[in-house]
């Protein structure tokens, strides 16, 4: 063998050996991403969290804290069960009752963070300031709503229905788009002194104060101009929406300011 030919063949097996190497690398690094995904403690707060003042509002184990709105004693009979460490709507089990979910306890100023999924094709909510009282039929008589919907339903294309928006009152601030179905969103709500903000995924979508001007002006002008109760109150219960799609909710946590 020739000395070029010699050292041809070292280049290639450095070549061959430098591939091997990096492709090693790749999968070691892709694996253990995988590996994290799938060990992530879910329905548990950090330390650090705990030190902030977060609390859990699910423990992955069960219902408790929660209720089926205006009917307490009913909700075991309920769409709404724990699954596989997530609350989950079978919505579309007909045996079951109809109702949304509420927090047994009220709140007024708070930040609220939570993951969701929803149905191919799905739409539902999440209602904060939500009076339970025998006067109102729904959550969404008093509630504020903030839009859960998957990309496939048709509200996707209106303005006012978009995910992560004010049901019905105004257009999401920044545009941004909801995962599909099998993908987990984060929901993030900031609720001062009547200020609220709404985040999907990271971005602003929503920002109203209660009671101000330009609020009453948008709901005079909305579906809820004729629903006296409506967008007034600054403090009350949290809702989820049965609205006939499977929907799942985990990391669900909340810190009073």
């Given amino acids: 063998m020739t000395k070029y030919s010699l050292y041809t063949l070292l280049i290639l097996l450095f070549a061959f050996n430098s591939c091997k190497t990096e492709k090693k690398k790749d999968f070691t690094i892709e694996?253990?991403?995988?590996?994290?995904a799938k060990n992530k403690a879910h329905n548990e707060l950090l330390d650090i969290e705990k030190e902030q003042g977060w609390s859990l509002l699910f423990d992955g184990k069960s219902l408790e804290g929660w209720h089926l709105f205006n009917k307490p004693d009913s909700t075991q009979f309920s769409a709404w069960e724990v699954r596989d460490?997530?609350?989950?709507?079978?919505?579309?089990?007909?045996?079951?009752?109809?109702?949304?979910?509420?927090?047994?306890?009220?709140?007024?100023?708070y930040e609220l963070q939570f993951d969701w999924q929803m149905a191919l094709r799905g739409n539902g909510g999440a209602f904060i300031n939500v009076q339970e009282t025998p006067d109102y039929k729904a959550t969404y008589n008093t509630g504020v709503e903030y839009?859960?919907?998957?990309?496939?339903?048709?509200?996707?294309?209106?303005?006012l229905k978009r995910p992560g928006t004010?049901?019905?009152l105004a257009p999401q601030l920044n545009t941004v788009e909801a995962n599909p179905v099998g993908q987990w969103n984060t929901t993030r709500i900031i609720q001062q002194d009547g200020k609220i903000q709404f985040y999907l995924n990271g971005i602003l979508t929503a920002e109203e104060v209660i009671n101000s001007a330009a609020w009453k002006n948008k709901v005079a002008n909305s579906k809820f101009k004729d629903a006296p109760g409506f967008g007034k109150a600054t403090q009350g219960k949290i809702a989820f929406q049965n609205w006939y799609f499977e929907s799942w909710f985990r990391n669900i946590k909340i810190r009073e300011l």
């Fill in 85 to 109: 460490g997530m609350i989950f709507c079978n919505a579309t089990d007909e045996s079951k009752l109809f109702g949304d979910l509420v927090t047994d306890k009220a709140y007024e100023n």
């Fill in 166 to 168: 004010i049901w019905g």
């Fill in 31 to 36: 694996r253990s991403k995988d590996i994290a």
């Fill in 147 to 159: 839009q859960l919907l998957e990309p496939e339903h048709m509200d996707t294309k209106t303005p």
